[in-house]
């Protein structure tokens, strides 16, 4: 991909989250989102990549040089990876609302730092297309989420339950919550 056809992204702090707003934009010479989330891609990595047409990049199977990375998607809850890429002058998004913290505080400024970051708190820049792709997994993902919590909240979920025939003595029925459904409980 040229250098012309990446786009930027605005990435806000999230609810209770700290630092920025970061505009991200990657290069041919910083074309990596690298993630360190635990393995995999995560979501809030992916929809930056998607959006900027970046390369997402698992930083936990493969390693890239610092100089390489338009981004670190880290999800540190304030000790050492929280401040390791901002010490290294890469820009930092962290999946956790964390503030300065641990050992390499001193290195986690606003401009180079955001948390708390969802999918929803990433946005284009205002003039940038957005790519052409007809799915977005992390998009799909969140809007998901935000229905089942919508149905949750207004009680208008549906039973994933087998109609029952009536029997003589019908009990009340007990509302299950999204916990209980999940988990079966």
């Not at 180079?112 to 997994?137: H, M, N, Q, R, Y």
Request: aromatic letters at 8%; proline letters at 7%.
């Amino acid at each position: 991909m040229s250098e012309n056809q990446y786009r930027a992204v605005k990435i806000s702090a999230g609810k209770r989250g700290w630092g920025g707003p970061l505009i991200i934009e990657p290069t041919e010479k910083k074309p990596y989102i690298y993630c360190v989330t635990g393995g995999g891609i995560h979501p809030v990595a992916q929809r930056i990549a998607d959006l900027t047409g970046g390369e997402a990049f698992d930083g936990f199977s493969s390693k890239r040089e610092f100089e390489q990375l338009a981004v670190a998607v880290i999800d540190c809850g304030g000790t050492a990876r929280v401040g390791v890429y901002p010490m290294k002058g890469v820009m930092t998004v962290d999946i956790h609302a964390t503030k300065p913290s641990g050992p390499l505080f001193r290195f986690i400024k606003e401009d180079i730092f955001v948390s708390g970051v969802t999918v929803d708190d990433i946005k284009l820049v205002e003039g940038d297309t957005p790519p052409a792709t007809a799915s977005d997994p992390a998009t799909k993902m969140a809007e998901t989420m935000k229905s089942v919590y919508r149905e949750e909240l207004t009680g208008t979920a549906k039973k994933d339950q087998p109609e029952q025939k009536p029997a003589d003595k019908e009990e009340p029925k007990q509302k299950k919550g999204f916990f209980s459904r999940l988990f079966g409980g």
